[in-house]
């Protein structure tokens, strides 16, 4: 018995058999990878603009892809009105300045949602010291919504009224900065919510006019305004077929903090009411209804606590206005 190889050993095979078994595999690759001298991974007819034209759609999809990821996962970023001081007379210091702020409440309600909030300044393409091609419009472009937060009353000169007594002027330079930033904000199909006078801006910024003294123009109504500031409360009612009537649904009535002197009286063009005090039926919510969402709330939501139970809880107006702003931004 022989003791050399198995011939039936696979382990065993004659080498020179081995490297013509792989020379034929090469061979095979070669003519599967090449058909006609073209590669496998080339179409048919194609040249060297179509190959290119493939690379750069391939690549422009993955940078918009990236491009999308990172627009869906930044924070929003919500703008706020400026309120603003005006240089008292003989005052000296930061008092002779213009100052531009906001009230810390309204950014810290906005911001509980985990999104940016900017203060938006008023514009001066003419200033002597430091003149900028920046425009309102451009904030409008760049921010998510708008809030228009509380403060000085709107003046009567805005709904083409003469104050009836000199302390009801209002603010006329900063009621032309906010009117233009609403009409941007809402050119853009951008989300507003107004606040007390933003309430007011809005429905005046449609046509509407205000109450300049709800005492006075209305002596049966309530006391909208005293000296307990967010501590005075009355109740308001929700219309039947309104958006918070759907929203707090189950819920006819909540109470709210009063702290506006003035009111809308007459609505503006495609206004909606969406609250009423109760019981004089002070108009105390509006909305526009040709845009996504133009809403205005005479009381201060900033000052009800989120979850609380004696005050309404306006974090569903807020998580509305944060929805539009996130399906509109793009």
Request: net charge neutral; hydrophobic share 35%.
């Amino acid at each position: 018995m022989s003791d050399g190889p198995d011939s039936n050993d696979p382990q065993q095979v004659n080498p020179h058999r081995r490297a013509s078994d792989q020379g034929e595999r090469r061979k095979q690759d070669r003519k599967t990878r090449h058909d006609g001298g073209t590669p496998r991974y080339l179409d048919p007819g194609d040249t060297v603009f179509s190959l290119w034209g493939r690379v750069i759609m391939a690549r422009y999809r993955r940078i918009a892809a990236a491009a999308t990821r990172h627009i869906i996962q930044r924070p929003l970023h919500i703008g706020v009105s400026a309120r603003i001081f005006h240089p008292e007379p003989g005052a000296t210091g930061l008092r002779s300045k213009n100052l531009q702020y906001l009230e810390e409440s309204i950014a810290q309600w906005v911001m509980s949602r985990d999104v940016l909030v900017f203060m938006i300044p008023t514009v001066n393409t003419d200033g002597l010291l430091h003149p900028s091609n920046i425009r309102l419009r451009d904030y409008a472009r760049h921010l998510d919504g708008l809030v228009l937060q509380g403060g000085a009353d709107v003046s009567p000169q805005s709904y083409s009224e003469v104050p009836t007594r000199p302390e009801w002027g209002g603010d006329r330079a900063r009621d032309m900065y906010e009117l233009e930033l609403l009409h941007e904000f809402v050119e853009a199909g951008k989300p507003v919510l107004g606040i007390c006078r933003g309430c007011q801006l809005i429905n005046v910024a449609f046509g509407g006019t205000l109450y300049q003294d709800i005492a006075t123009d209305v002596p049966d109504s309530l006391a909208h305004v005293n000296d307990d500031y967010d501590r005075n409360r009355h109740e308001i009612s929700f219309p039947a077929g309104s958006s918070l009537a759907r929203m707090f649904k189950g819920k006819s009535t909540g109470l709210v903090n009063s702290i506006h002197h003035q009111a809308v009286k007459t609505l503006g063009r495609d206004m909606s009411v969406e609250a009423l005090s109760v019981p004089d039926n002070m108009i105390e919510a509006i909305r526009y209804r040709k845009a996504p969402f133009v809403m205005g709330l005479q009381w201060h939501p900033e000052f009800h606590r989120a979850g609380g139970v004696e005050l309404l809880d306006c974090t569903g107006i807020l998580d509305n206005f944060l929805r539009v702003a996130r399906e509109t931004r793009f």
